[in-house]
């Protein structure tokens, strides 16, 4: 009797931690449009799922994420290395993250703001059971709903824009482009047209510290970006840096890659 009623008292103790775990997120004001509201109730929901299972790690997580989108800075979908994924499912989710992202790129948020934020909030879901790969289907589940609001969401966007890629790789710790790197300057003025995109991303590897790398993928971005301007190239140009994030070819800390020293240029129209 006495074992019974301390196991009931631990159940009541864990449900009412549930409540705390989210009581001072529920009722937020939500600020900004409709994305960041369907951003909110996903997270807020998954967070309650989490705690109801003792999962206070993912619950927080999950928490931030609805405060974040509540606050006006929603966070975007989470990135594969942010979980310990087992190898057979880390393809899948990094083809249906890039889905999910080209989405947002295009302006899902606007064009169908449930959807997209369904979508992403389900992406995060299908992460997260992904990496504890017990519950079937849980997983299942969260990959359905995720595919579903996708599929919605590819049908408000309409056809995609076409893109065509291209890589300028650099020797370690410079900013110098290469005869090689000219080549690649020359071949995106030719395929460049009137009215054409152009986006221009720096990235190094993982050799030096993470601030001083962010420095150089910016610098990287603004050499190849100066390049295509003096080229000819008169379509404005998006930069951006990542330093030693999303890296080509996944390497240890301090590690010299050759194929991470890039700066990744995208031709659409």
């Not at 206070?56 to 290395?81: H, L, M, T, Y």
């Not at 990094?94 to 449930?114: E, F, H, I, M």
């Not at 997983?139 to 300028?168: H, S, W, Y």
């Not at 090689?180 to 590897?205: C, L, Q």
Request: with cysteine; proline share 3%; hydrophobic share 40%.
């Amino acid at each position: 009797m006495r074992n019974t009623l301390k196991l009931m008292a631990l159940a009541a103790l864990a449900g009412v931690l549930a409540a705390c775990g989210t009581a001072d997120i529920e009722g937020m004001q939500v600020k900004g449009p409709a994305f960041n509201k369907g951003l909110y109730d996903g997270y807020l929901s998954l967070a309650k799922s989490e705690y109801d299972e003792d999962d206070w790690s993912d619950g927080a997580k999950f928490g931030d994420r609805a405060v974040a989108s509540a606050e006006g800075s929603p966070p975007g979908p989470e990135a594969i290395a942010a979980r310990k994924l087992p190898k057979r499912t880390v393809g899948d989710l990094t083809s249906a993250r890039g889905k999910l992202v080209s989405a947002l790129n295009r302006g899902a948020a606007g064009k169908d703001p449930v959807n997209a934020a369904l979508a992403q909030v389900m992406f995060d879901c299908w992460m997260q059971e992904q990496e504890e790969d017990l519950q079937p289907d849980h997983i299942a589940n969260c990959r359905t709903q995720f595919e579903t609001a996708m599929a919605r969401v590819d049908a408000a966007l309409g056809k995609p824009a076409q893109a065509t890629k291209f890589v300028v790789y650099f020797d370690f710790n410079s900013v110098k482009l290469s005869r090689n790197a000219r080549t690649v300057i020359d071949m995106v003025k030719g395929e460049t047209r009137k009215g054409a995109k152009v986006s221009v991303a720096g990235f190094t590897d993982r050799a030096g510290s993470s601030d001083y790398n962010n420095v150089l993928a910016i610098k990287r971005s603004k050499a190849v970006s100066s390049a295509l301007v003096k080229a000819g190239i008169k379509s404005a140009i998006e930069t951006a840096a990542y330093g030693e994030k999303q890296n080509a070819v996944m390497t240890k800390d301090g590690v010299r890659e050759l194929l991470n020293r890039r700066v990744e240029i995208s031709v659409t129209r």
